[in-house]
């Protein structure tokens, strides 16, 4: 019972890398979101999908881009790594829609540094 | 103005002592009022969920909303170490797709002392 399944835990980049984080649910949920989490601001949405193919900016989309090919994978792309892109980013999911209970699961996370 | 305002803390009280832990908010469209706490280095887990005003109770924790005020609180009672966590409060209006995009507070960093 994975739930939400984040890789890497732990990533130092250097200035303009590029790297992708993974994110996988097994829970066959339709909405998938990917946040980051910086002290004293809680968490801000970057990009968001509500399904296999559709994907939407969240809050703070600059310098990512996502793409999602099937349900239950949503990966997280940096192109040109920056300093103010150093981090704790938290992907989660929820089944969505118009239920009146939905929650959403988080994976425990990728803590990432630029330097 | 932010949408949310959350006491950043850190709170630190006694065990056994009765937590309460708070957030306001601006945008009158939000709907659903959700409370997640976060152990350290780990991701949010959703507490407590209402999308009414009033109170909601379930075991030692009671989450309680007021509109009218756009004020919402958590109360923990009997609180012991395993509470020691940072908590969110989160809300939601609906979006164009229909689901629910939350926004967080920033968080209440809560230590219970043994």
């Known amino acids: 019972n994975a739930g939400v399944t984040q890789t890497p835990k732990f990533r130092i980049l250097k200035i303009g890398q590029s790297m992708t984080l993974q994110c996988t649910q097994d829970m066959n949920h339709n909405y998938m979101y990917w946040y980051r989490q910086d002290p004293g601001m809680g968490l801000k949405l970057i990009y968001y999908s509500v399904g296999a193919g559709i994907t939407d900016k969240g809050e703070v989309p600059n310098g990512y881009n996502v793409s999602r090919s099937t349900t239950e994978d949503f990966p997280l792309r940096l192109e040109l790594a920056a300093p103010s892109q150093t981090s704790v980013y938290f992907c989660a999911s929820e089944q969505g829609g118009a239920a009146t209970n939905e929650k959403l699961f988080f994976g425990s996370g990728t803590q990432l540094s630029v330097l | 103005q932010k949408e949310v305002e959350q006491d950043p803390g850190p709170l630190s009280v006694p065990e056994g002592a009765i937590v309460s832990l708070n957030c306001t908010y601006s945008?009158?469209?939000?709907?659903?009022f959700m409370w997640y706490r976060q152990y350290s280095r780990k991701g949010p887990e959703l507490l407590m969920y209402t999308y009414s005003s009033g109170n909601k109770e379930d075991g030692r924790f009671t989450a309680q909303v007021d509109k009218s005020s756009k004020y919402i609180s958590l109360f923990i009672r009997d609180s012991q170490p395993s509470d020691s966590a940072t908590y969110l409060c989160a809300m939601s209006a609906r979006s164009n797709f229909g689901n629910e995009k939350l926004t967080f507070g920033t968080g209440t960093r809560l230590t219970i002392i043994p």
């Open positions: 945008n009158s469209a939000f709907q659903y």
